[in-house]
């Protein structure tokens, strides 16, 4: 059964520190995810993208915050500066469009600690 | 805006119990909702959605839900619980909004099963 994938599993970061994640959706999926899960919590959307285009940032931090999708394919989200409050899981999904009836299909996730 | 409220952080049952795990929507318009199951340091898995049509949903593992306009309920059950049902739980609304598809999670319920 197809995945979607996430590196790395964990990360320990220090504070100031740049930190990057990476994301494969599952292959055809043109919406591709990110949410930022903190411990306690649902998850909460930072990002869409529709092929390479972003759809919604509205929750997205963007002065420390970026993602990218430059061949609509894989994905990658990055903090510069990392903060004490960016430590959380960071989860990755994709869906075959975007559509409010359609699966979003979770990979395994991100462990960030920001020390 | 489109919000759930998960009742219940904590759940405790015995293995054989019934399961019942609330989640209450409210929605402007005719919600899709979704039951999404995580274990611990993974991602989540979807249980089951409520798009349109019969409105007792049947998932994965047993698990059941009931779409219930009248109470703006869709509460999740299963007949008889086990050991590997420990987990916690996700109830979310789709919403689209401005061209994206976003998912709104509940603070999530953590379910205990007990010998």
């Known amino acids: 059964e197809a995945e979607v994938a996430q590196s790395p599993r964990y990360k320990i970061t220090e504070k100031s520190q740049a930190v990057a994640f990476w994301c494969d959706p599952i292959?055809?999926?043109?919406?591709l995810y990110w949410y930022r899960q903190i411990l306690g919590q649902g998850p909460e959307l930072l990002v869409q993208?529709?092929?390479?285009?972003?759809?919604?940032d509205s929750q997205l931090p963007k002065d420390r915050f970026s993602a990218e999708r430059l061949k609509g394919v894989d994905s990658t989200l990055k903090i510069q500066p990392a903060e004490l409050g960016d430590s959380a899981m960071y989860l990755c999904?994709?869906?075959?469009?975007?559509?409010?009836?359609?699966?979003?299909?979770f990979g395994p996730g991100t462990r960030l600690t920001v020390l | 805006a489109q919000s759930v409220t998960q009742l219940g952080s904590h759940v405790s049952v015995s293995e054989g119990a019934l399961v019942l795990l609330r989640c209450n929507y409210s929605?402007?318009?005719?919600?899709?909702l979704f039951w999404y199951v995580q274990y611990p340091n993974q991602g989540l898995q979807l249980l089951l959605k409520?798009?349109?049509?019969?409105?007792l949903v049947k998932g994965i593992n047993g698990f059941e839900a009931e779409f219930k306009k009248s109470e703006t309920s869709f509460h999740l059950t299963k007949p008889s619980a086990h050991m590997s049902d420990a987990a916690e739980y996700f109830c979310?609304?789709?919403?689209?909004?401005?061209?994206?598809?976003?998912?709104?999670f509940g603070t999530g319920t953590q379910l205990k099963v007990e010998l």
């Open positions: 999904a994709s869906s075959i469009g975007g559509l409010s009836t359609d699966t979003q299909y």
């Open positions: 292959s055809g999926h043109a919406t």
């Open positions: 993208f529709q092929d390479e285009s972003v759809v919604d």
């Open positions: 979310a609304v789709s919403l689209l909004t401005g061209g994206g598809n976003k998912l709104t």
């Open positions: 929605s402007s318009v005719p919600p899709y």
């Open positions: 409520y798009t349109t049509g019969a409105t």
